[in-house]
C-alpha cells in the first residue's frame, strides 16, 4: 500500500520571477527558503515556505502571457487553507493583494474576475472560500475548512471517528 504523508510542494513557472517573488513573500507572506542554481550560475528555483513541510517553488521564464485557462488540460489551481478567512482577506488586501470571484463567460464557461472587495463564498464541498491570483494568472483557492464539510466528514471517517463523535 502506498502511505504518503503530505504534499511536499507545488512548481509554478512564472514570467517574472522579480514580481512573482514580491507577491508570494510580501504579499502572501511566504518566506524565501532557498534558491537553487543550474551549473552555469543562472536561477533554477526558488523554495518558498508555507509550512516546515510544505513549500512552493517558483520556477522563472516562463512563455505565454497568461496561466491556462479554467477549462485547460492539467494544474488548475492550488488550495491553501486557513483558520480565519475573513482575518486572512483583511491581512492580504492590506498587503496590496486583489480578491476575484467566479463569473460565467460568454461561451459558457466560467472564469475568475477582480473584485474590489473579497468575496468570500462556500463551495460545493460546504467550505468557505476565497479566489486570489498570482501576478501571471495562476489561480490560488483560500479555504476555510467547514466541520460540516465533505472533507472533514471524510477525514473523521477514516481517523475512525462516529457521526456525533
Given at each position: ?5 503530505s504534499l511536499a510542494h507545488i512548481a509554478v513557472r512564472v514570467k517574472n520571477i522579480d514580481r512573482s ?87 459558457g464557461g466560467r472564469a475568475l474576475i477582480e473584485v474590489e472587495q473579497p468575496f468570500i463564498g462556500v ?34 471517517g477514516m481517523r475512525g471517528y462516529k457521526a456525533g463523535d
Open positions: 500500500m502506498l502511505n504518503f504523508e517573488l514580491a507577491f508570494y513573500t510580501n504579499i502572501l507572506n511566504m518566506p524565501e527558503l532557498m534558491r537553487l542554481h543550474h551549473p552555469d550560475g543562472s536561477l533554477f528555483l526558488i523554495y518558498l515556505r508555507v509550512t516546515d513541510t510544505q513549500y512552493i517553488e517558483l520556477f522563472p521564464n516562463a512563455e505565454g502571457d497568461t496561466a491556462p485557462q479554467n477549462e485547460s488540460n492539467g494544474l488548475n489551481h492550488f488550495c491553501l487553507t486557513v483558520e480565519d478567512l475573513e482575518v486572512t482577506m483583511k491581512e492580504f488586501v492590506a498587503r496590496g493583494g486583489k480578491s476575484s470571484k467566479w463569473a460565467d463567460t460568454p461561451g463551495g460545493l464541498d460546504g467550505n468557505r472560500q476565497c479566489w486570489i491570483r498570482d501576478p501571471d494568472g495562476n489561480r490560488i483557492e483560500l479555504m476555510q475548512m467547514s466541520k460540516d464539510s465533505m472533507q472533514y466528514k471524510a477525514i473523521r
